[in-house]
């Protein structure tokens, strides 16, 4: 879901424990930097790249991808991306930032996989597209599932359910590392909470994810835990936990400040 309902960081004690084989966030699996494994491969076409940076459009989605351990090379190259004092989300990216970058939101979450999900299709389920994009921002406006762009529904199938002629409940796919991709933009419109529809739907974005032969995972902050009591009702498991956190880049004068004696 990215940054769900985005806010102040949740206590430490409200982040489900990471189970036993999750994975190091250091190691070469691709969900242990997905944004960074997505643009590098089934999304490459995507891709704006200075160096070993990568990142979507802008309209597209706010996910970049960073090296597992980024030299200072590579965090100069993400600031002439973003541009003089620009600001960068950097969801999953664990790496410090460095001397000179503030942190303006650091938001606790959680990954979660289907590893014994298959997913089931859903007869009401109708496939987002172009024309249905103004509707998917509205509904996107009024739940705040986290981050979802004008062209984010490029990225994946976007599946949603109607109510009298309006859309009133959606999710699809977004990152797309090799094997694996993304259940995201899970919502409900308030007025139609507690009929399932929610579950209903990313059980049927499972049900495609599975018949490519790949494996659905997803984000959510770790405070949100109704999600996470849905998502794991429905056979995902916490992988492990991660950060959703955005930063200024240095402004120009300390960039260009003299060396100390």
Known sequence: MGLAHSGPTAPAHNAPAAPAHSTPADSAHPLDNPGFASLNGPHARFAERR???????????????????????????????AGPDGEVPLPGVGAPVPDGWVLTAD??????????????????????????VPEMLDLVARTRPGPFRERTREL???LGIRHRGALVAMAG????????????????????????????????????????GETPFLHTAARNTAAIRLYESLGFQVRRAVRFRAARVPTLASREAPAGP
């Open 51 to 81: 160096g070993r940076v990568v990142r979507y459009p802008v309209d597209v989605s706010p996910w970049l991808g960073l090296p597992a351990e980024p030299a200072a090379a590579d965090w100069a190259d993400l600031a002439a991306l």
């Open 107 to 132: 938001v606790a979450g959680v990954q979660l996989v289907a590893a014994s999900v298959v997913g089931a299709p859903d007869a009401e389920a109708v496939r987002l597209g172009p024309d249905d």
């Open 156 to 158: 994946g199938t976007y």
């Open 173 to 212: 796919e977004r990152l797309r590392p090799p094997g694996a991709t993304e259940i995201s933009a899970v919502c409900t419109d308030p007025a139609h909470r507690g009929k399932g529809l929610a579950g209903r739907l990313v059980l049927a974005v499972a049900y495609g994810i599975r018949e490519r």
